[in-house]
């Protein structure tokens, strides 16, 4: 007669990670210590038996081994998932994307870029090609000292200031500040989308492939992803309003402290970021900021 056992499913998932030991000649062919060797044997041989008798009850169609086996496979999955939730929660987040920023610039016509030029941001279409590592990033996040406005590195100190902000990337320094009352730019960049709620960024993302563009409306689209992903990035899908009272003025929209407004927004951002690591080692920090100027 012959006997055909099925082998549970998460034991199946489980062998190709189990190895289990030969003889008492292992220790003293790989090295290390034998009471430590001995002890891995007996944990294989027990967990090695326990599997057997589960292939077996399952075998012999016990329904309390099936129920357990099933439930087992789901704890086993269920932790996995817990585990990788964790790890995700310890890594700063940020809705910048430089690499995403360097692609709309390196596809947009060279039509268009003399538009942003004419205006005064044609630094902005330097930056086709950047990249900043999220740990570096994180990294040095932690060695800003947001009152002093100081980048700290093995006692040396790195002023951080507008005018660096200015030789870094380019954009416009000094000048008026930006609108703390935002409600006369927002209403213009709606106007000029067609809209009446701010979209997301990959919005204004799309608008920009479009070839029939007048010039304001490419310049904003421009400068909200510009904004959005590189300059002024933070935890949102949609830009912020913050910063869009700039578009008030759209002429004379490079008179505006663009590189303080820029400064003040990674300064406000790092602050935040650390003190919500040290209140929680598991915090999962918004590292809000322009990470391309710091680094």
Known sequence: MCVCITTPSFVCALMPYLHFSGGCGDSRRRGGDPRRQARVRLFSFDFSLSLRRSVEESSSGSSAARNFNKNLYQQCLKDSKKKRSSLRSSEAFTRQSISKFAAVVSSMSEDHKAVVRRYGFGSLLLFDKCFVPKKFSK???????????????????????????????????GGTPFPSDYSAGKDYVLSKIGKTTLPQVSFFVDKLKAADLNDEVLLVCFLVVALHCFLCPNSNIVPSPRYLGVFEDIEHINSYDWSGFVLRWLLDGVKNFNKGNKASEKHCGTLAGCMFYLA
């Open 139 to 173: 990294w040095l996040a932690s060695l800003v000292e947001s009152k002093s406005g100081d980048l700290i590195v093995q006692g040396k100190v790195i002023s951080l200031t507008a005018q660096s902000v200015n030789l870094v990337l380019g954009i416009p320094v």
